[in-house]
């Protein structure tokens, strides 16, 4: 009779009492520090040996990075917020509604009282569900290290699959969207089963100014390329246009430039031709249905 032994690796615990704390145990903790909060994707990616950690920073109990504020002219959302926070959020704003449909339907009810916004963004997945909504309501991310701090745009976060561009040790301390505008916020997903990871995501935002034309377009997917990506392409086709101008066709042409954009891969879910053909198919969804709600009034 034979027996098998699993060694399991070993790794210092820290628990800061504030966000000072934090990024010092980050700096000190260098490139082997894992900023611990939900730890639903950490935990996995550490068991199967895929992501090592040398020291976790348990940054659970830093109340300072939680919730949302919404001010008058954007929404702050902590970092530590999670999904359960985000689903229940269609209330607070307009602008939130579409960000707690999809956290509605990621991972399970168990799960989302756990995950976090960071943590889904910070993971770098190419097809984290959050990103191509916060995307296309123009999200910045603040984050904070021992040197300082730093924004940048959400879309920039994104470097490669798994991998964002936070250096070791850098927090990502809050996401803030911008607001202004009448605007409609649109998304399509397709997933093989009710919580599995979306197979493609196609998510849209319009923005009328005060003659009525498209101030600002955006459209942005998810699980169609390497990582998180707008659509330039489409969101061209659609700017300085009024509602009227916003035909079935107009919309089918940008649906169909915004799908050049994308660059899917074959893969054991589904393939590169059916992710592009559906995130076409998604994305002239989500125009159609921002359009009609712009023009019955929009939602501010």
């Not at 359960?84 to 399970?108: G, K, Q, S």
């Not at 561009?165 to 916020?185: F, K, N, Q, S, Y």
């Not at 061209?236 to 919309?251: C, F, H, I, S, Y």
Request: proline content about 4%; hydrophobic content about 45%; charged content about 20%.
């Amino acid at each position: 009779m034979s027996t098998t032994t699993t060694e399991i690796a070993r790794f210092a615990f820290v628990r800061p009492d504030d966000v000072a704390g934090a990024v010092a145990a980050g700096a000190a903790a260098g490139q082997g520090g894992r900023f611990w909060a939900g730890g639903t994707d950490l935990m996995l990616e550490w068991q199967r040996k895929q992501r090592s950690i040398e020291t976790s920073i348990d940054i659970t109990r830093l109340s300072e990075l939680r919730g949302i504020d919404v001010g008058p002219s954007e929404i702050r959302i902590g970092a530590l917020t999670t999904l359960a926070e985000i689903e229940r959020a269609a209330a607070v704003h307009p602008d939130l509604e579409t960000l707690a449909a999809i956290a509605a339907v990621m991972c399970t009810p168990q799960t989302r009282t756990l995950a976090t916004v960071a943590g889904n963004l910070c993971n770098a997945s190419p097809a984290a569900d959050l990103a191509p909504v916060l995307m296309v309501l123009g999200a910045r991310i603040t984050t904070l290290t021992a040197e300082g701090g730093r924004e940048l745009e959400l879309e920039d976060l994104f470097a490669a699959p798994k991998q964002s561009v936070l250096a070791d040790g850098e927090l990502l301390t809050h996401i803030t969207i911008p607001l202004g505008g009448r605007r409609a916020v649109r998304y399509g997903r397709i997933a093989r089963t009710v919580v599995d990871i979306a197979l493609t995501l196609s998510a849209c935002a319009l923005t009328l100014d005060d003659q009525g034309r498209i101030i600002t377009a955006r459209i942005a997917f998810g699980s169609v390329a390497p990582t998180p990506l707008r659509a330039p392409s489409g969101e061209q086709l659609l700017v300085g246009k009024t509602l009227a101008e916003l035909t079935p066709e107009l919309l089918a042409e940008a649906a169909t430039a915004a799908a050049g954009d994308a660059n899917p891969i074959d893969d054991i879910r589904t393939s590169a031709a059916y992710r592009r053909h559906a995130i076409r198919v998604l994305t002239q969804r989500a125009l159609t249905e921002a359009v009609a709600q712009l023009s019955v009034g929009g939602d501010q």
